[in-house]
């Protein structure tokens, strides 16, 4: 007969159970209270996910670890939904929120789970299953960019944050899709997988990280890994209804993250609660020699203030954030959220930023700026795309970029090289990143006063 604690978390799991309001995307699975535990295998977990339309990532990765670490695993779940699809294939035809699935790759991520979880020395993310956004090099398996650019590129080595995550015995299911080379804010952008949010089919999942946002959102993944420059992580985390995180620049390694705008470019998780992102940014985190821009301060427990009383935190709202050309409906919620907070005990204060009227502009000359400088390697001759039209070396050059980049590449490119050519450099970039240091340096003086 079951186990007491295996009866308990058949309830966790309805009371965290969310109704089904993934319109056609995520069916509302019926589960029975089994009369015996079965010894669970991650091998078949994961194969589960990747073959059927069972709902198993629908749970939090919290959830997740008692019956992955316990080793038994109540009978609810369906191992495979009513046509046998594999759910991946099944839902993500529709979604398109990944551009590679890894499914041997799982497989055996998951064999070398179960020897951890066997010997009892599993971690708390051990066994669960990730997407990888495709701008983040992993070892062997094709990181794209979502451009035609690097349609066949395959990486001789992993990033910093694979290798960590590998070290926590992740389960990889593939690489997520993205707008091009992380330029945009829809992934609608992206040469392979146009992805759409889970929500509503009709709408886009936001970007640049959109297919790492709608595969957690859609549960075909348990979390996934994003990158952040401009908001990247953040806005498709709230158009997908989960959560993003990017943390503070230098806290996590960005080493093997193909780079857009290297003084912007985070790499963050994305969940389905805070909880989930700070196991996930426990593991990712710290000091990398690979990586000189990576932070020496040691990384703190970030699950170690979840849920504790909040009573006298101050909470910023600055007035421009409110100013013209904010929606309603943003507005009122946002500042429900804070009243809320206010409730718990948070104090609200107002304050100004002035400096954030010019961000915009900054922001895009910055990246744009870097971007040009950073994509300038790929020409066709040392790798990426190479065209088969081109009689002279600055043919071939010119064909090889004009058919590997997209239109919004393209514009970003010109956008940039035009701000660092002779006789513009100061008048924008330099502008631009004069602003940046300013607001940067007062809001640290602010922070030590």
Same mark, same amino acid.
């Given at each position: ?92 035809? &529709? ?93 609608? &952008? ?260």
């Amino acid at each position: 007969m079951c186990y007491y604690e295996n009866t308990l978390y058949l309830i966790i799991i309805f009371h965290q159970f969310t109704i089904n309001v993934h319109s056609t995307i995520i069916d509302l699975y019926v589960f029975s209270l089994p009369d015996t535990c079965h010894p669970f295998s991650i091998q078949v977990y994961i194969s589960v996910l990747i073959n059927s339309g069972s709902g198993l990532t629908k749970l939090l990765i919290g959830i997740l670890n008692y019956p992955i670490h316990t080793g038994y695993l109540p009978t609810i779940l369906q191992w495979t939904d009513n046509n046998g699809k594999r759910r991946i294939a099944k839902y993500d035809d &529709t979604i398109q929120s990944y551009i590679t699935v890894t499914a041997e790759r799982a497989l055996a991520d998951a064999a070398a789970a179960q020897k951890k979880i066997d010997a009892g020395n599993a971690g708390v993310l051990c066994g669960i299953p990730m997407a990888i956004k495709d701008n983040i090099c992993t070892d062997g398996i094709k990181t794209t960019c979502a451009s035609k650019m690097l349609e066949d590129f395959i990486p001789p080595y992993n990033a910093t944050v694979m290798e960590k995550l590998a070290a926590q015995d992740i389960v990889m299911l593939g690489k997520a899709s993205m707008d091009e080379f992380a330029m945009g804010g829809s992934t609608q &952008t992206s040469a392979f997988a146009k992805t759409r949010n889970p929500f509503n089919t009709e709408c886009v999942p936001g970007g640049s990280s959109g297919g790492s946002a709608a595969s957690v959102s859609a549960s075909l993944a348990a979390a996934a890994l994003g990158s952040d420059t401009g908001g990247s992580i953040r806005q498709p985390a709230a158009f997908c209804g989960v959560t993003g995180l990017k943390p503070t620049y230098g806290r996590v390694s960005r080493y093997g993250l193909v780079a857009f705008a290297s003084s912007l470019d985070q790499i963050g998780p994305i969940a389905k609660n805070a909880q989930d992102c700070a196991w996930i940014l426990n593991a990712i985190a710290g000091f990398d020699p690979h990586d000189g821009t990576s932070s020496k301060r040691n990384p703190e427990d970030y699950t170690a203030k979840l849920g504790k009383d909040i009573k006298g935190l101050k909470i910023a709202i600055p007035k421009e954030f409110y100013a013209e050309g904010i929606d309603d409906e943003v507005r009122n919620a946002v500042m429900q959220a804070a009243r809320t907070y206010e409730k718990m005990g948070a104090e609200l204060v107002e304050c100004s930023m002035p400096s954030l009227k010019y961000a915009v502009a900054a922001y895009y000359l910055i990246a744009s700026a870097e971007a040009s400088s950073n994509l300038s390697r790929y020409d066709g001759i040392k790798y990426g795309h190479r065209s088969k039209v081109g009689d002279t070396f600055q043919e071939l050059i010119c064909n090889s970029r004009s058919e590997g980049f997209g239109s919004e590449v393209k514009r970003r490119i010109l956008l940039g090289n035009y701000a660092l050519s002779s006789g513009y450099y100061d008048a924008y970039y330099g502008k631009a990143m004069a602003l940046k240091q300013r607001a940067v340096g007062k809001a640290r003086a602010e922070n030590y006063h």
